[in-house]
């Protein structure tokens, strides 16, 4: 079974330093025009991650991704109106 993953979005100020962080979770993305890292890592190692995270330099802000929370399942309540435009 799958471990329970969170995902977090580290700002940080030096991409070379933050390759580091694959020590951490699971490196998705490195933004290299933005300075941010997508990293994943498993839920019930969260907090002292984010201890850690938090001591390093380079690291300038962390978010919490909500990607895992939105609704993904959709419902087709509307009728489809390309039919009526069509040639």
């Not at 699971?26 to 201890?51: F, G």
């Amino acid at each position: 079974m799958l471990p329970e993953r969170t995902g977090y979005i580290v700002w940080v100020s030096d991409l070379k330093a933050a390759r580091g962080l694959e020590r951490l979770g699971t490196v998705h993305y490195m933004s290299r025009k933005l300075h941010y890292v997508v990293l994943y890592m498993n839920a019930d190692k969260v907090e002292d991650n984010l201890k850690q995270l938090h001591r390093l330099s380079y690291v300038r802000k962390i978010e919490r991704s909500y990607r895992n929370e939105i609704k993904t399942e959709y419902s087709k309540d509307v009728e489809d109106k390309t039919r009526a435009y069509s040639i």
